[in-house]
């Protein structure tokens, strides 16, 4: 590493310790030492297309094999990704409709090798024969269908991976009068504690909520607290998928996320960000995810020693016009630095003035470390311990690996 690029993390350090204490910076450094996040495989592949006047940018992955190539590599460069999220009818499939679990075993094997391992399963309930619904669909053959590959996805992630199973359902309506919304609730509900049962307890199910969309009049999962509600009627390993890009605009999600944690309810996030009304877009380092960063903290379910109470912790995004090596490691980069600002705000002093109702100076002593702070150094030191470079995009286009991916024919 460069002289002087030690000194310039060595400086921003200095000025971090003269701000919020030695002990705090070296415990934010000591956390984002131990972070990790997993890698969704969708973010490698061939995403965009016709939506982009067939554009996809260079560097595809072609196959579920290069996906995992591409996930060991930004492992290796930014030391927080040991895990891969991946989705049943891309990743696990011969004909995009039914999953195959011997397909499963074969890729597990190659992403072992490669150093890396599989997170969370996503069964996948959008492709075809999804346009009634999945759980909530009226014909029992359909749920059936999606029943039967979220007992696949449950018995995937027991055997092959960490015990995650991600349930995202794109069922609702466009118009009034197209379906009943009772009944397809009804059916959603019941249907996801048919399949509960039937998957091993050690799995953690969450379930993903969304506002709205493909749906634009109703969509059956349509917030936190119904995904709550339908989660505890499953089953105590059941919980709440937390989407950043699922709410409605100016959604409080670290409220969210505090209420789950005080009713104890397992969770997991889908980091991205939402500018408008997709999710699609790398995760940046934004005043909202510290503050979620700083509940997560506080709530003791990001680092806890007992590992069955921390969340999972998910990166979901594609890419239509940015690389996508660069963009997956920006993500990883974002929510290092809202790690590192959640670990810095001094809590005893912030409370202190809660008690005494002193409201913008309690604001203004949570926005210097939230906003204000430059975490950087922080997080640049806690790669050069680990023995990384302090920035893996640049050591990515340094590796050579760029130039070989994007040579695939």
């Known amino acids: 590493m460069a002289t002087k690029t030690c000194r310039k993390i060595k400086a921003g350090l200095d000025l971090l310790r003269a701000e919020f204490g030695a002990a705090k910076v070296s415990?934010?450094?000591?956390?984002v030492k131990k972070f990790e996040v997993e890698l969704p495989s969708w973010v490698f592949g061939n995403f965009g297309g016709g939506r982009f006047g067939e554009y996809t940018p260079p560097g595809a992955a072609r196959n579920i094999s290069e996906k995992m190539q591409d996930a060991s590599t930004v492992n290796i460069l930014t030391g927080a990704t040991p895990r891969v999220?991946?989705?049943i009818l891309w990743d696990f499939s011969e004909d995009g409709y039914t999953g195959d679990y011997g397909i499963a075993g074969k890729v597990a094997k190659e992403a072992k090798e490669l150093g890396i391992?599989?997170?969370a399963v996503n069964p996948t309930f959008f492709l075809r024969g999804s346009f009634r619904g999945s759980f909530s669909a009226d014909e029992k053959t359909t749920r059936r269908r999606y029943v039967e590959q979220a007992v696949l996805g449950g018995k995937i992630a027991a055997a092959l991976g960490n015990n995650s199973l991600a349930l995202w359902f794109p069922d609702g309506s466009a118009y009034p009068g197209q379906i009943q919304l009772r009944e397809a609730y009804e059916n959603l509900r019941n249907t996801l504690i048919e399949a509960a049962r039937r998957i091993p307890r050690k799995?953690?199910?969450?379930?993903?909520?969304?506002?709205?969309?493909?749906?634009?009049?109703s969509t059956t999962m349509p917030s936190c607290g119904i995904s709550a509600l339908v989660s505890k009627q499953a089953g105590p390993n059941t919980g709440v998928l937390v989407d950043l890009g699922h709410h409605a605009p100016n959604t409080n999600v670290e409220q969210i996320?505090?209420?789950?944690?005080a009713e104890g309810i397992p969770g997991g996030f889908h980091f991205n960000?939402?500018?408008?009304a997709d999710d699609d877009h790398s995760v940046e380092p934004n005043p909202e995810n510290a503050r979620i960063f700083y509940e997560l903290v506080q709530g003791n379910v990001i680092s806890n020693k007992n590992k069955k109470k921390n969340w999972s912790y998910m990166i979901d995004q594609c890419c239509g016009r940015e690389n996508r090596m660069?963009?997956?490691m920006h993500s990883v980069d974002s929510l290092q630095l809202s790690l590192a600002k959640a670990m810095l705000v001094d809590t005893r002093k912030l409370k202190k003035l809660q008690k005494a109702d002193e409201v913008i100076m309690a604001n203004r002593l949570f926005n210097d470390a939230l906003i204000n702070a430059d975490a950087r150094p922080v997080v640049a030191q806690a790669r050069v311990e680990k023995g990384l470079d302090p920035d893996p995009v640049r050591a990515y286009e340094a590796s050579g690996y760029r130039k070989l991916i994007e040579s695939r024919k």
Request: a positive charge.
């Open 27 to 31: 415990r934010a450094v000591a956390e």
């Open 326 to 328: 660069h963009a997956i």
């Open 273 to 276: 960000t939402r500018y408008a």
């Open 85 to 87: 999220a991946t989705h």
């Open 117 to 119: 391992g599989f997170g």
């Open 257 to 261: 996320v505090a209420m789950m944690i």
């Open 203 to 217: 799995v953690r199910i969450l379930t993903e909520y969304k506002v709205f969309e493909p749906g634009t009049y």
